[in-house]
């Protein structure tokens, strides 16, 4: 993406590893020193994602592999061109929870499908964009669930996964950080929430 100004910041980690406190936290601090913030996620930060999410997220049954992967990747290819790529070039700040890092983990993680051809996928949707940076709030499963356990709201569908499932997610999500090591900033999720947030502060402060 050449015409861009904005600074892209996504955030991952299995369910249950506080995406959406520390994308709150980071937001009012960013938001507090002045800077316009576009809060949004996938699967469902457009109006046709909304839909999208609807169908990956609550649909009864099964959804065969491949099709799940194209849903997820068609979210993304109208995400990115309609909501991240415009507010990125007006010089804005996108927070987003989730983004084709999930899809390489949980899509990749079914055993089914080639975690490189997923990625693929993504990259191919959205002509090849990548964030600036990638928070992943790494938690191990079991404290996960049962964070999960006393949150009073029912499962979506891909929560219900078993528990391997979930493992594999894991570390599916720190071998790609490990891969792309400059993209992404690993966080221990199971540490107090405001320390999580300094240490992704002072990350993001070498950004903007
Ligand atoms: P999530 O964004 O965590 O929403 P909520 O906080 O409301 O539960 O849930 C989205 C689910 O979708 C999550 O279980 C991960 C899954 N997912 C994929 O499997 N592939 C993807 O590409 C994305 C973006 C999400």
Redesign the pocket.
Same mark, same amino acid.
Do not use: C, G
């Given at each position: 993406m050449s015409s861009r100004s904005g600074v892209w910041i996504t955030l991952e980690g299995g369910?249950g590893s506080g995406k959406?406190t520390q994308a709150e936290l980071l937001e009012k601090w960013l938001t507090d020193s002045g800077h316009t913030v576009v809060r949004t996620?996938?699967?469902g930060g457009s109006e046709v994602g909304h839909l999208i999410r609807d169908i990956? !997220?609550h649909h009864r049954g099964d959804i065969a592999p491949r099709a799940e992967a194209l849903l997820?990747a068609a979210d993304r290819a109208h995400h990115v061109a309609t909501v991240v790529r415009p507010a990125l070039e007006r010089g804005e700040i996108v927070l987003q929870?989730?983004y084709l890092d999930?899809?390489v983990a949980?899509?990749g993680a079914g055993r089914v499908l080639d975690a490189t051809e997923v990625r693929e996928l993504s990259l191919w949707a959205t002509e090849g964009s990548l964030p600036d940076l990638t928070l992943l709030l790494d938690l191990d499963p079991a404290t996960a669930r049962t964070r999960l356990d006393s949150a009073d709201k029912p499962f979506?569908r !891909?929560?219900s996964e078993k528990a391997d499932f979930h493992t594999r997610v894991r570390d599916s999500f720190l071998a790609l950080a490990a891969a792309e090591p400059e993209r992404f900033m690993i966080l221990d999720a199971a540490q107090d929430p405001e320390s999580i947030a300094a240490g992704i502060r002072s990350r993001v402060a070498t950004l903007i």
């Open positions: 369910d959406t996620r996938e699967p990956v !997220l997820y929870d989730r999930s899809s949980y899509q979506d !891909l929560e």
